[in-house]
């Protein structure tokens, strides 16, 4: 069991210096053990990120018993964001695995067990808004993964934490404390993952959507948690109108004005701004520097056929 545990530290600090992709002699050298005493107790590349990742969660338990249950929220989410801007890469590891899935079950397991806690502390103390369950926080988690492959190396602390902090403002949360993350301890390998998400492929806007100018829109899918679509979508200077999709957003660059007819409300969009948008809202879109945003909702793209 020592020599597991020297070798989930040594994945941790390796993963974090190079990347999910790191040599796992790497692991074994920075461990003091043989390449045998590595694949005896983690098989593959996916059991080892397991394992770190069951480590991060055996931390948070113990966060969680020393967190006031005013804090406890809040405290969760910013530490498990941070624990992604250091770690970036390593869910994709286990996703692509064969069997990816089922390792994944007892963290999300336990990770679902303590936000659920931390719910229900927040609720019995008028710090949740009560619509918000653990399936929203989940969902702000897989959008965060998408936040940092799209951010450089040096942008993604700044822009997860902004990110995270209105979040946690608009679900009702606690006034924020701010999120820090050192810039010197984000592995590169991030500005890997903004460089693998940077195609985005553009269509033709319906012309009777165009109110103004000749704006653009461009799409990239990444990918879908639990069945639901997300992925990055851009629009340069105009205004267009839509009929949305149910949909939560964050804006990651540009600036404008969105603005939604019933109930009637105009909000303002800048980078880090989250939004969440309901199945059928008629909605104007004003442009004023081009837009780039992560969308976790339905169908986007050019109307079908």
Sequence with gaps: MRNRARLVDAATEVFHEVGAAAPLDLVAVRAGVGRGTLYRHFPDRAALVVAVYARQVDLLDELAARTPPTDLLPTLIRTIARNQVELPGLHTVVRGAQDGTRLLDD????????LTAA??????HHRLAPDVGVDDLLLLIAMVEGV???ASADQAPERVARAVELTLRGL????????????DQVS???????Q???????YDLPAETVLDGSPRASLLELGTVDGTPFGLWALTEGTVTDVEQDEVFVVLAGRGTLTVEDPAATVALEPGMVCRLQAGARTNWNVSEPIRKLYMSGRYGPPED
């Design 188 to 194: 590169p390998q991030a500005a890997a993952l903004a």
């Design 196 to 202: 693998a998400t940077a195609a985005l492929v553009a």
């Design 107 to 114: 963290v999300e397991r336990r990770t679902r067990t303590l």
């Design 119 to 124: 719910v229900a502390a927040a609720r019995d």
């Design 172 to 183: 009702g949360c606690a006034p924020p404390r701010p999120m820090t993350v050192d810039p």
């Design 148 to 150: 940092i492959a799209t």
